[in-house]
């Protein structure tokens, strides 16, 4: 079964640096999206990604964070200066279409201390 | 009122029980929804769309009144294995974004 695959699985960085989460949306997918996760908390939305630009974002994704499709394959999220509170798992997640039920990767544990 | 609505749980039941989950969602222009489940510490998993005449999958059944914007999930023959959060999650068209509730938590126990 197709997968979406995350590196690296666990990150650890001190506040104040610049992390990439790296992810690979399933091939024949063409909506992208991050989502993020505080233990204990629900899920929430950062950011969707079509046609090679931001489609949607939430209020979490304010200018310190980032997205790119540098070669067709591989999707990131940049969090340019890291804070405490950046600590959390990041999901990438890819949907073929609309009407899809959205495919997640294993995801990302940054730990920001 | 809060987008999706699950009571938290958890949801203690022995092996091969039948267990219902319910979920309300607020908003009415939602035109998609999906039941996931998620295991501690991993990613949310699609566990099935949820159609408007309701339908089922193995020990799953899920039901969905838009009149009342209510969802349902049912569980026969629960395993140890069925033991996760159950997350309702509806999608509207004019957005691109998932909205995930807390869940309701189930543990099943020998």
């Known amino acids: 079964e197709p997968e979406v695959t995350q590196t690296p699985s666990h990150q650890v960085t001190q506040m104040g640096q610049e992390v990439i989460l790296r992810c690979v949306p399933i091939?024949?997918?063409?909506?992208f999206y991050w989502y993020r996760q505080i233990l204990g908390q629900k899920v929430e939305f950062l950011v969707s990604f079509y046609n090679n630009e931001i489609s949607e974002k939430s209020e979490i994704f304010d200018d310190q964070f980032s997205v790119e499709r540098p070669d067709g394959s591989n999707f990131t999220l940049k969090i340019r200066s890291t804070k405490l509170e950046d600590s959390a798992m990041y999901f990438c997640?890819?949907?073929?279409?609309?009407?899809?039920?959205?495919?997640f990767g294993s995801g990302t544990r940054l730990t920001v201390v | 009122r809060k987008e999706v609505e699950q009571d938290p749980g958890p949801f203690n039941v022995p092996e091969g029980a039948t267990v219902a989950f319910n979920c309300t969602y607020s908003n009415s222009a939602s035109q998609s929804f999906f039941w996931y489940r998620q295991d501690c510490r991993k990613e949310p998993k699609l566990l099935m769309s949820v159609y408007s005449s309701g339908n089922e999958d193995g020990r799953f059944t899920a039901q969905l009144n838009r009149a009342s914007q209510y969802i349902s999930l049912l569980i026969r023959d629960s395993k140890l294995s069925d033991s996760a959060t159950y997350l309702c999650v509806p999608r509207t068209y004019n957005t691109d974004k998932l909205i995930f509730g807390t869940g309701t938590r189930l543990q099943v126990f020998p």
């Open positions: 997640a890819s949907i073929q279409g609309s009407d899809y039920g959205y495919t």
């Open positions: 091939s024949n997918h063409l909506y």
